[in-house]
């Protein structure tokens, strides 16, 4: 195997993108609660990533659905907890 044809140096190519994304998304003009939105969900995408490709929880799906469902639950509390303070008058 040459190249990107590798999975883990896919894999790593990827995080390389996200992480580049991630602090791009500190530089766009857009409201806070916009940019830390946009950062959990890109730290979303990493987390599947590595669960899947480093740790090969690819082959074990209900583990990876499952696990991606606890960290999902997890970034949603702490996005409306960050998001709180701006909805009470």
């Known amino acids: 195997m040459t ?6 140096l896919r894999a790593w190519a990827w995080l390389t993108g996200l ?20 950062t959990l969900l890109l730290a979303l995408a990493k ?10 929880l690819a082959r074990a799906p209900c583990w990876l659905s499952g696990t991606m469902l606890v960290l999902a639950l997890w970034a949603a509390l702490a996005f409306a907890l960050y998001a709180a303070p701006a909805l009470t008058p």
């Open 47 to 56: 987390a599947r990533l590595i669960l899947a490709r480093y740790l090969d």
């Open 3 to 8: 190249g990107l044809s590798r999975p883990l």
């Open 19 to 38: 992480s580049l994304a991630a602090a791009l998304a500190t530089l766009a003009p857009v409201p806070p609660w916009a940019v830390a939105a946009a």
